[in-house]
């Protein structure tokens, strides 16, 4: 049985960093990306991996600002 894998994308201009959707990823793909800053000055979460992800959802689950999005994509 193939891994089930997920698309994670995030509405950048609304994150305002938290860090909580990092903290429950099971995969640790899952970073503030200390390299931008998005609209309201904040350095928002992105996927280093996103191969890795499994689409579980956990991060979309946390979200405060409702900013996650995560696509199931069986194989």
């Known amino acids: ?5 997920g698309k994670v994308t995030f509405n950048e201009d609304v994150c305002k960093g938290c860090g909580l959707c990092v903290s ?16 309201k000055g904040y350095h ?3 996927v280093v991996d996103m191969d890795k992800c499994i689409g579980c959802a956990n991060c ?6 409702v900013v996650i999005t995560v ?5």
């Open 60 to 65: 979309a689950t946390m979200c405060p600002d």
């Open 44 to 46: 928002p979460a992105t």
């Open 24 to 39: 429950v990823c099971p995969m640790n793909i899952i970073t503030l990306d200390k390299n931008k800053l998005n609209a």
């Open 71 to 75: 696509e199931r994509i069986d194989n």
């Open 1 to 5: 049985m193939a891994k089930a894998k």
